[in-house]
């Protein structure tokens, strides 16, 4: 018995997939040029799905103090958060995520993934209930699997059916709800107002994921939860460093007088290991700067919102009704004209995300672009004019908006 | 043996799902003969959830193959909820 068998329906799957110029599970980047720029396979392409929203992965002070901390500090740990691995500069990165989120305590992990792992799994108990929205990243997910709780889900985005959902478990029982703050698919924001005070109405304890909405949610860019002003509802904010902070690792932040115990008992903290100094030293700078970078999020919007209208005006089925972050994704009716549109797209030198059906929720065909604050209006207004090329190419029909 | 009257409810909400027009009985499962994906089963859990007002933790979810399992499970809930 080959173990490898059950995975034959993947491949068959996979290979059934028309790519014949371009494949996106094998795209190298051979030379990143700049925050919006790589040469892939020997072309020039832009890049509108990196998910580097702010655009930090070139901060002039993140990249000296990440050589300054090479030089001083070394390559790596070593070693595990609770063994030899914390440096003075992990507990100042602390320092400064519970300083920008006004919260008392900051746990930093080696990636969100972990993040999320670690205190899902631990939070909920085996007689307590985890609620999840039922899109979730697959790190609440899987955190929940690894857990013992009683996992229920809840409908996307839906106060109602959190509710309902709620108002059925017994009352005494330890409850926590998992939110994220924006969505990475179709890039929608959660509507955490209503959500959170269900939870908190039905005594829940509340778990933010801010992945995709830090840095350029809130004033400070903090995330959905500063936006709407409703973060004194959630008792813990996840978050990366992986997409606005322009590195790698992860954090917890929380008002929770009790939360240092979670180092303890968190598996994804203590059995890995820490993250490199350099990532530390520019994950610190990064976010310093993330704080200041008022005109970077409004430049960062005035992108979203162009190449939002731009697709819509040119008759794309948008997947959101407006630009609700930097994420901008377009559905495309099936997986065949999907894949033959994501291949033209990047010959024509624009990098997307593609997502297919059986990987997004509601089951769409998704071109999905992330937008960065460097990108300027002229890089802009070309993704939109190769998303209308490309669209004629592959002859997808788009709506005739003066028309409607 | 599940109840003939939660199996009839969820024969009804099965029948939005239930595209192919596939005869339904207890032993019909969701993956082979309704070829549902495991997104939409989730979907139609939340409709019997709903219909039933209980909860049907994700959990037990991989142990449900047939609509008489899920009836089964149902009913199991319903009484413990008492
Ligand atoms: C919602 C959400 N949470 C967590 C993560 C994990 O982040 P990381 O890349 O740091 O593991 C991601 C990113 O993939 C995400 O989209």
Redesign the interface.
Known sequence: MDLFDKFDPIVAQKSALPFTKADPFKVVMDEIISETEAMINGRHTILAGTNNYMGMTFAEEAVEAAKKALDDFGTGTTGSRVLNGTYGGHKALEQTLADFYGMESCMVFSTGYQANLGLISVLAGKDDYLL?D?DSHASIYDG?AMGNA??????HNDAD?LE??LR??PEDAGKLVVVEGIYSMLGDAAPLKELLEVAKKYGAMTLVDEAHSMGFCGENGRGVAEEIGVEHLSDFIVGTFSKSVGTVGGFAVSNHPKFDILRTVCRPYMFTASLPPSVVASATKSIEGIKRAGNRRAHLWENSKRLHAGLKNAGFTMATEKAESPIIAVCLPDLHQATLFWEELILAGVYVNMAAA?AT?G?VNLMRASICAQHTSEQIDLIIDRFIKTAEKVDLQLTDVAAE | MANAETLNTIYELITPFNKKGIELAPETTFATNLEL?S?TV?DL??EI??EF???I???LLPDLETIAHVADAVDKIVAD?G
């Open positions: 999840l039922a929940a009683t996992v229920v889900r809840f409908k059916s309902k959902r059925r478990l059986f929720p089951g | 994906d997104l989730m859990v939340a959830e709903d007002d209980i909860v933790p994700l959990n909820n």
